[in-house]
Structure formats: structure tokens, C-alpha cells
T-cell receptor, first 113, second 111 residues
Framework: KAGVTQTPRYLIKTRGQQVTLSCSPI?????VSWYQQTPGQGLQFLFE???????NKGNFPGRFSGRQFSNSRSEMNVSTLELGDSALYLC????????????FGPGTRLTVL | DQQVKQNSPSLSVQEGRISILNCDYT??????FLWYKKYPAEGPTFLIS?????DKNEDGRFTVFLNKSAKHLSLHIVPSQPGDSAVYFC??????????FGTGTRLTIIP
């Protein structure tokens, strides 16, 4: 069974631009969660989608948004990029809801210049 | 407000000895705890978990201990191997809600 895939793996943008990251969960998994990882901050929860509906949202500004499609694939979008948005963005999928074991993708490394 | 805390950013252990990674939490509603391991340029991988109805769970070289009264959990790795060198994250959840992660501990196994 293929694992969680994320595209692109690396991305360089400039301040003010917007970016869209993509995540394909493990086949059959219905929940997709997104996290931001920065040095010293661990994994900060962004949001979780289940059956195309956002179930939970973390403490991030409205510039961060996401969606999930009927095939469970998910995208997250960051508008008006700031230097502080430079981070590793991780996507995780789980069979059911997000409160149990999650399977992570390799992440997308976003650098904002 | 950091509800899950890993107070040791790094830990070095001799190969063959026991590695003990610690994690504290503040939310008494948490009822499920997990440990993940992360290598550079890879996503975290699940290691072991424990439900709040238990105080210990073992899987091979990995054992997780939960002390609910102290709101503390620990991961024991014995014997430690060079391949165990990685960043370890503890995480907690209640009900089927989202996972809350700690900030991670970088474990280095010295050959």
C-alpha cells in the first residue's frame, strides 16, 4: 500500500506570494491533518479534514486554508506569504478520525524569501 | 499554551544502554498518548502508543510508561542502537480529536 505523498517536496517563494501544497493520503484513509514544523516549536496543528469537512482548526491566521476532495486528497493554501511561514509542512492521514495513529508524508519544505 | 512538553531538547546515550525520553502534559482530558520518531527529510513515523487505562505498553525494545497522577509519560529504549538516533515526539489526544505534539527530543546514540 502506497504511503502518504506530498507535492512538491521543496518550494521557494517570496513574501506576498501565495502557495498551494498537495497531499494524497493512504488509500482508504478518510482523515487528513496538516501540521507546520519549525525549529523549537514541534509540530503545530493547522487543520484536519474528514469527508471533505474541516473538523478542527489550529491557531493560525486566516491566510492558512485548506480543503479536501471527494477522493480524500487534500490541499492547503497559504496566501500573502510572510518570512515566518518558512517551515516544513507535514500532512498526515488516518483511517478514521485524527485522534489515533496518523501516518505522515515526507513533508513540503517551504522557504519564503 | 504548550499542553504537551518535552523539556529536554537533546539527549546522548551510549550504544547498548537505556534511553529514556520524557514528556509532560497539562490537559487531564488526554486519554491517548503516542510516540513518533523522525529522521531528517522524512515525516514522523509512529512508534508506540498507550491508552490512559493502562500504565505500561511494550513493543520489542520500546516501552512507554504513563503516570496519570503526575501527567507524565516516558519512552524507554533498551538496548539503544545507532539507528535509534532521531528526533522523538510525544503526542496526546482526547476522544477522537486532534493530536497535540510536544516540541521533540533529539536522541543521539554514541557508538
Amino acid at each position: 500500500k502506497a504511503g502518504v505523498t506530498q507535492t512538491p517536496r521543496y518550494l521557494i517563494k517570496t513574501r506576498g506570494q501565495q502557495v498551494t501544497l498537495s497531499c494524497s493520503p493512504i488509500s482508504g484513509h478518510r482523515s487528513v491533518s496538516w501540521y507546520q514544523q519549525t525549529p523549537g516549536q514541534g509540530l503545530q496543528f493547522l487543520f484536519e479534514y474528514f469527508s471533505e469537512t474541516q473538523r478542527n482548526k489550529g491557531n493560525f491566521p486566516g491566510r492558512f486554508s485548506g480543503r479536501q476532495f471527494s477522493n480524500s486528497r487534500s490541499e492547503m493554501n497559504v496566501s500573502t506569504l510572510e518570512l515566518g511561514d518558512s517551515a516544513l509542512y507535514l500532512c498526515a492521514s488516518s483511517l478514521w478520525l485524527a485522534g489515533g495513529e496518523q501516518f505522515f508524508g515526507p513533508g513540503t519544505r517551504l522557504t519564503v524569501l | 499554551d504548550q499542553q504537551v512538553k518535552q523539556n529536554s531538547p537533546s539527549l546522548s546515550v551510549q550504544e547498548g544502554r537505556i534511553s529514556i525520553l520524557n514528556c509532560d502534559y497539562t490537559n487531564s482530558m488526554f486519554d491517548y498518548f503516542l510516540w513518533y520518531k523522525k529522521y531528517p527529510a522524512e515525516g514522523p513515523t509512529f512508534l508506540i502508543s498507550i491508552s490512559s487505562i493502562k500504565d505500561k505498553n511494550e513493543d520489542g525494545r520500546f516501552t512507554v510508561f504513563l503516570n496519570k497522577s503526575a501527567k507524565h509519560l516516558s519512552l524507554h529504549i533498551v538496548p539503544s542502537q545507532p539507528g535509534d538516533s532521531a528526533v522523538y515526539f510525544c503526542a496526546a489526544a482526547f476522544g477522537n480529536e486532534k493530536l497535540t505534539f510536544g516540541t521533540g527530543t533529539r536522541l543521539t546514540i554514541i557508538p
